[in-house]
C-alpha cells in the first residue's frame, strides 16, 4: 500500500488558525453589578424557572404551606380542637420516649393480682376481703403463687385485648361493662411488684383510660348536639345558629346548658346496688350528664383517681370552674401508699389538667412539693451514711423510675406559666373567627356583641368583637416570647416561692438547699434570663444541694449548658467562672471535673478568659496522670478540644496551650480519631506547612489517625476521608529550598502510612513535584534526581490498582524525561506498559464509568512517544508495537475505545515523521527523533511500515463495532484521522473511500458530522467526485 506522510508547519498552522486577540475591558469572572436600569426593569413577578424550594407553582408563599402554623392560623380552629393537637401529639411523643428509656425483657414476672385483673373473661370474681382472708390462712400457698411470668408480647396482647373489650362494651351500649373493666384498668396501676415493668404497665393503662375519657366526651357532645331520631337541639340561652361548635362556648354556658336537678347524694343512693341499680341509673339520669355519673362511679371505688382523671375534661358541662376540682385530685393523690404509683398519678394528673380550657399552676406546685417530701424522706441523706427509708434498697432503680413524672410536673408547670399569653390569642381570635365563619349569610347577635351584617356575595366581613382584648392578648404574647414580660418574671418568682426556694421576688434563690433531682429539672425547664441574672445564687443552690437523688456534677454541668445559650447576659460573669473553678477544683475524680468544665469552657473562650481556660487545663492534666480514661472521659475530652480546636482555629494557638500535647496523647479510640481529624483539616486549610516542629507534630498526628484504622470493620467513606486528609498534608508541606530534608520526610511518609492507597499516591506526586523544583530551581544534583525518581518507582508498585499505577509511571517517565534520564524514562514506561497489559476483567469492567480518563491516559501515553528518542537496537517503533499488541490482548477493550486509541496512535507515527516534531523535552541533553533521524530514509520507512499495520486494524476495528450508528462516528473518526496524518495518495484514497462508504450505510444522509468529514475529504482531494 503505498502511503506518504504529510508535511506539517506547525508554527504556520498556528498563524493561520488563531484568531485576533482584543484586550477585553472587563475580565470575564469579574463580579458586575446591574445597572439602574436593569434593576428598574427587573419582573419579580414572574417565574419563568423551577425552584425545587418553592411550593407547586414556584411562589414563594406557596413554600410556607405545611410548613408550620403560626398563632393566626391555629386560632382559626376550635380552642379543644387545639389542644387536643397539641397536647396529644406531645403526649404520644412523650410516651414513646418512656417506653423507650425503660425497655423492657422478653419474659417478665407479673403478681397473681394483676394477672387475674387483666383476664378478660365474666366469671365469678372472689371478694377481695375473701382473698385477704385465704391469703392469711395459708401464706406460702400465695408467696409461691404470687409472681407468674409471661411474655411482654402476651402482656402487652392482654391489656390490648382488655381495651378492644372496653371499647366493645361501650359502643353496644353497655356502659356498666365498660365502666367495670376500665375500673380494673385502673387498679393495675397500684402493682409496682415488677419496677422496670411500671412504665410500659403506665403508658399502655393511660391509653386505655384516655380513650374512656374521649368516648364519654364524645357520648355527652353527640347526646347534647342531636336527638334519638337525629335531630339537630338547639341549645337554650344562646342566639343565633345552633350549630356552633360547643368547644367554643365557656365552660359557664356549658354547664348551663347541660345542667340537671340531680345531686351526687341523690346518684350515689341509685349506685349503691349493684349491676341492676347500675342499669337503671344509666336509663334513669339524662344521658347529657353521663360525667355526673362518671364522677360519682368513680368515687364508689378502691382506686378512684385515674378514673376521676380520665373523665376531669367533662366537668366543663358541670361546672363554670372545672380546675377548681384539681386541687382535690391532688389530694387524692396523696392517699396512695406507693411512692412510684404516688409520682406517676401526679404524672397523670398534670397530663390530663392540660385538657381544661382555665387552669392555673398551683396543682403543679402542690404536686411537685409532694414529690419533695417523698424524695425527702427517702433519698435526702448525708453522703456518709447508707440510704434508709421508704426508698432504701431498690433507690437508684426507683429514683430513676421517679425522674420521669417530675420532669413532665415541672415542664407542665413552666409551659402553663409561658403560654398564658398564646393561650389567651387562640381563644380570642379563634372564637370571633369561628363566629365569623357560622354566621355569614345570616344576621345575628350573641352574647359577645358580635354584630354580623349580611353583604354581597364575596365582601369582606367586618369583626368588631373585641378588638382591644385582640390587640392586648398579641402584645401580650409578643413580649413573653421575647422575654421582656414583667408579669411573666413575677410568675416565675410565685413558681419559686410555691417551691420553697425563694423568698420574694427580688431573692428567688434564697433559701439554702433543694433536692438535687428536682433542682436539675428546674434548671432545665427556667426562662434563660432567669438562669443568666442568678447565676451566682444558683451556683450556691447547687453547692449547698448534696443528696443521693442526683449527682451534683451534672447540675454545675446543666448551668454552664444553660448559661452558654446567652453568654453576653450573664451577670457577673468573671465572679461566676472564678466560682465554677473553685469548685471544680474539689474534685478528685476525672470524669466529674470534664463534666462541669465542659460545659463552662465556651465561657471562658467566648470571653477571652486565658487565666481560667489555663486553670481548666492544668487540671485536666493532673487529674489524667491519675485516674483511668474510660469512655465518659473520652467523651468529654473529645468535647473540650473540639471546642478549642474550633475557636482558635489556628494550629499555632492550639500548640500554645498548656499540656495540649500531653492531653491529646492520654486519648484513644474514635475520639481520638476524631481529634486527629480536625487538627488535620485546620492545619492544611489554606497555607503551606513550614515549620518543622509544626510538620513532626502533624506527622504524629496523622500516624495515630492511621493506626486506629481497622481496614477489616471501618466504612469506606471514613477511610478514604482520613485517607485524604492524610494526603492534604503531605501535599502542604513545604520545606523550602531543603529538598533532601523533604524527601527524608517523603520517604518516612512511605513507611508510616502503608495501608493508604491515596496517601502512597500522594508520595508520588510530592517526589514528582520534587525534581521539577530541582530541576527547575537548580538547587540539587542528578543524584538527588535519581533518588527522588527511586523512591516514585519504588512506592507505585504497591499501589494496588493498575490502572492507578499506569498514570503514575507515566507521570514519573515524563518527570525522568525532563531531568534528562532518558535510560529511566524507558524503563518507566515498559512499566506502564506492562501495568496496561495486567488490567484484570474487574477494572476493564469499571472502564465505561471513566472512559474519557482511561482514553486520556492513552493519549498522554502518545504523547510521551513523541518526545522519547527511538532505540534502534529494538526499534524505534518498539514502543507504538508493544501499545498495539497489548490492545489485541486486551479482551475487556470495545471496539469503540480501541478505535479512538488506534487513531492516537496514528497521528503519533505521523508526528514522529516530521523534520521539526511539535515538542521536545526541555532537557538540553535529550534529543528528538527529528535530530537523531533526520531524513534517515531506514528511519521513515519503519514508520510507513508500522502505519500500514495500524490502518488495518483500525479498519478491522470499526467494522467489529455491533453499534450501528457508533460505528458510522468510529468510520469518520477514522477518515479524519488519514487525512491529518496522510497525504493524497492512491492508497489512502482507498482508505477514505473504505471508510465513508461504511459511514454512509451507518448514518442518515443528513447527518452533519458525515456532511462535515464529507467536505474536508473533498477539500483535501481524497474522494472522487462520484464518491462525494
Not at 468 to 484: P, V
Request: glycine fraction near 6%.
Amino acid at each position: 500500500m503505498e502511503l506518504k506522510f504529510r508535511h506539517r508547519d506547525y508554527k504556520a498552522e498556528e498563524k493561520v488558525q488563531s484568531l485576533h486577540r482584543v484586550a477585553a475591558e472587563t475580565h470575564p469572572l469579574s463580579l458586575q453589578s446591574p445597572s439602574c436600569d436593569q434593576v428598574d426593569g427587573t419582573d419579580y413577578g414572574r417565574d419563568e424557572f423551577f425552584d425545587p424550594l418553592r411550593g407547586n407553582h414556584g411562589k414563594p408563599e406557596d413554600s410556607m404551606k405545611g410548613l408550620g402554623r403560626t398563632s393566626t392560623e391555629i386560632a382559626d380552629e376550635p380552642y379543644r380542637d387545639i389542644a387536643i393537637h397539641f397536647l396529644g401529639k406531645e403526649w404520644t411523643s412523650y410516651k414513646k420516649v418512656l417506653m423507650q428509656k425503660f425497655p423492657v425483657s422478653k419474659m417478665i414476672s407479673i403478681s397473681s393480682l394483676s394477672s387475674s385483673i387483666m383476664k378478660t373473661g365474666k366469671g365469678p370474681e372472689k371478694h377481695s376481703a375473701n382473698v385477704h382472708l385465704e391469703e392469711l390462712d395459708n401464706p406460702q400457698r400465695f408467696a409461691e403463687e404470687g409472681v407468674k411470668y409471661i411474655t411482654l408480647q402476651e402482656y402487652v396482647s392482654r391489656l390490648t385485648e382488655l381495651k378492644d373489650e372496653i371499647s366493645r362494651a361501650w359502643h353496644a351500649s353497655d356502659r356498666v361493662t365498660s365502666f367495670n373493666l376500665s375500673i380494673k384498668v385502673a387498679k393495675l396501676l397500684s402493682d409496682t411488684s415488677v419496677l422496670q415493668l411500671y412504665p410500659t404497665l403506665f403508658v399502655l393503662a393511660t391509653e386505655i383510660l384516655d380513650m374512656l375519657g374521649d368516648m364519654v366526651w364524645e357520648r355527652i357532645m353527640q347526646k347534647a348536639e342531636y336527638t334519638e331520631d337525629g335531630t339537630l337541639v338547639h341549645l337554650p340561652g344562646i342566639s343565633g345558629p345552633s350549630h356552633l361548635p360547643l368547644a367554643l362556648l365557656p365552660c359557664g354556658q356549658l354547664a348551663r346548658s347541660f345542667h340537671y336537678p340531680v345531686t351526687f347524694k341523690q346518684l350515689k343512693s341509685v349506685l349503691k346496688p349493684k349491676k341492676p341499680a347500675i342499669t337503671g341509673f344509666a336509663k334513669l339520669v339524662p344521658s347529657a350528664s353521663y360525667c355526673h355519673a362518671c364522677e360519682v362511679l368513680s368515687s364508689c371505688n378502691s382506686y378512684p383517681v385515674y378514673l376521676e382523671l380520665a373523665i376531669c375534661h367533662c366537668r366543663r358541662f358541670l361546672s363554670e370552674q372545672p380546675a377548681n376540682n384539681l386541687p382535690r385530685l391532688v389530694m387524692m393523690a396523696r392517699g396512695i401508699a406507693d411512692p412510684l404509683a404516688s409520682f406517676y398519678c401526679r404524672l397523670y394528673l398534670a397530663h390530663c389538667a392540660q385538657k381544661l380550657p382555665q387552669r392555673d399552676i398551683g396543682h403543679l406546685i402542690i404536686s411537685m412539693n409532694d414529690m419533695k417530701t417523698l424524695l425527702m424522706n427517702g433519698a435526702h441523706v448525708a453522703s456518709a451514711e447508707k440510704p434508709s427509708g421508704a426508698l432504701s434498697g431498690t433507690r437508684s432503680s426507683k429514683l430513676g423510675l421517679m425522674e420521669p413524672a417530675i420532669e413532665y410536673v415541672m415542664k407542665c408547670l413552666f409551659k402553663e406559666s409561658c403560654e398564658d399569653a398564646f393561650s389567651e390569642l387562640g381563644i380570642v381570635i379563634g372564637r370571633a373567627r369561628c363566629r365569623l365563619s357560622v354566621g355569614r349569610g345570616k344576621c345575628w347577635h350573641n352574647r359577645s356583641g358580635v354584630d354580623r351584617q349580611r353583604g354581597k356575595e364575596g365582601s369582606v366581613w367586618e369583626i368588631r368583637f373585641g378588638k382591644e382584648r385582640e390587640e392586648e392578648a398579641e402584645s401580650k404574647f409578643r413580649l413573653r416570647r421575647e422575654g421582656k414580660d414583667k408579669d411573666s418574671d413575677l410568675q416565675i418568682g410565685d413558681i419559686l416561692m410555691g417551691l420553697g426556694l425563694a423568698r420574694n421576688q427580688l431573692e428567688l434563690f434564697g433559701n439554702s438547699s433543694c433536692i438535687s433531682l428536682v433542682l436539675h429539672h428546674l434548671l432545665r425547664e427556667l426562662p434563660i434570663r432567669i438562669v443568666c441574672s442568678n447565676a451566682l445564687d444558683i451556683l450556691h443552690l447547687i453547692e449547698c444541694s448534696k443528696d443521693y437523688s442526683f449527682d451534683q456534677c451534672l447540675n454545675y454541668k446543666l448551668l454552664g449548658l444553660r448559661l452558654c445559650e446567652n453568654i453576653s447576659h450573664v451577670n457577673e460573669v468573671n465572679l461566676v467562672m472564678k466560682k465554677v473553678i473553685q469548685v471544680v477544683s474539689q474534685f478528685n475524680c476525672l470524669d466529674e471535673y470534664l463534666n462541669v468544665v465542659d460545659a463552662h469552657v465556651d465561657i471562658a473562650l467566648q470571653k477571652h478568659m486565658n487565666s481560667y481556660l489555663d486553670s481548666i487545663l492544668d487540671g485536666i492534666f493532673e487529674r489524667t496522670l491519675d485516674d483511668e480514661i474510660g469512655e465518659n472521659e473520652l467523651s468529654s475530652l473529645q468535647s473540650i478540644l473540639l471546642k478549642l480546636l474550633n475557636h482558635f482555629d489556628n494550629l499555632e494557638n492550639i500548640l500554645r496551650l498548656n499540656h495540649f500535647n500531653q492531653i491529646l496523647s492520654v486519648m484513644q479510640g474514635s475520639s481520638r480519631t476524631i481529634i486527629n481529624m480536625r487538627i488535620l483539616s485546620i492545619a492544611t486549610r489554606n497555607s503551606c506547612v513550614r515549620d518543622p516542629t509544626t510538620i513532626q507534630f502533624l506527622f504524629e498526628v496523622s500516624r495515630s489517625l492511621h493506626d486506629s484504622i481497622d481496614l477489616s470493620t471501618i466504612k469506606e467513606k471514613e477511610n478514604y476521608h482520613s485517607a485524604h486528609l492524610v494526603s492534604r498534608f503531605i501535599h502542604m508541606v513545604d520545606y523550602d529550598s531543603e529538598v533532601e530534608r523533604h524527601l527524608d520526610f517523603l520517604v518516612q511518609c512511605r513507611g508510616a502510612f502503608g495501608s493508604m492507597s491515596e496517601v502512597k499516591e500522594m508520595i508520588v506526586h510530592s517526589s514528582n513535584l520534587l525534581v521539577v523544583k530541582a530541576t527547575r530551581n537548580d538547587i540539587s544534583d542528578v543524584i538527588f534526581v535519581k533518588s527522588c525518581i527511586a523512591c516514585s518507582e519504588v512506592t507505585i508498585p504497591s499501589i494496588p490498582s493498575h490502572l492507578k499505577q499506569l498514570n503514575l509511571y507515566l507521570e514519573t517517565a515524563e518527570v525522568a524525561l525532563m531531568a534528562g534520564l532518558v535510560s529511566h524514562s524507558d524503563g518507566l514506561v515498559d512499566s506502564a506498559l506492562r501495568c496496561l497489559h495486567n488490567v484484570d476483567l474487574l477494572e476493564g469492567s469499571r472502564m465505561p464509568k471513566d472512559i474519557d480518563g482511561f482514553q486520556s491516559t492513552l493519549c498522554k501515553l502518545c504523547s510521551l512517544i513523541v518526545m522519547i528518542p527511538g532505540n534502534i537496537e529494538r526499534g524505534v517503533t518498539s514502543i507504538p508495537r508493544n501499545v498495539l499488541s497489548i490492545l489485541g490482548s486486551l479482551s475487556w477493550m470495545l471496539p469503540n475505545m480501541k478505535a479512538k486509541v488506534l487513531c492516537a496512535l496514528i497521528l503519533t507515527v505521523a508526528a514522529l515523521s516530521q523534520n521539526n516534531l511539535l515538542y521536545h523535552a526541555i532537557h538540553d541533553e535529550v534529543m528528538g527523533n527529528d535530530s537523531l533521524f533526520y531524513c534517515d530514509q531506514q528511519y521513515l520507512q519503519e514508520l510507513f511500515s508500522f502505519s500500514t499495520v495500524l490502518l488495518q486494524s483500525l479498519i478491522d476495528t470499526v467494522l467489529q463495532e455491533p453499534i450501528q450508528a457508533a460505528q458510522g462516528n468510529l468510520a469518520l473518526d477514522a477518515c479524519n484521522a488519514v487525512a491529518a496524518s496522510f497525504e493524497v495518495c492512491q492508497g489512502a484514497s482507498e482508505i477514505c473511500s473504505k471508510l465513508v462508504k461504511t459511514a454512509k450505510l451507518s448514518l442518515s444522509s443528513n447527518n452533519k458530522y458525515l456532511q462535515s468529514t464529507i467536505k474536508f475529504l473533498n477539500s483535501r482531494g481524497f474522494l472522487q467526485r462520484g464518491e462525494s
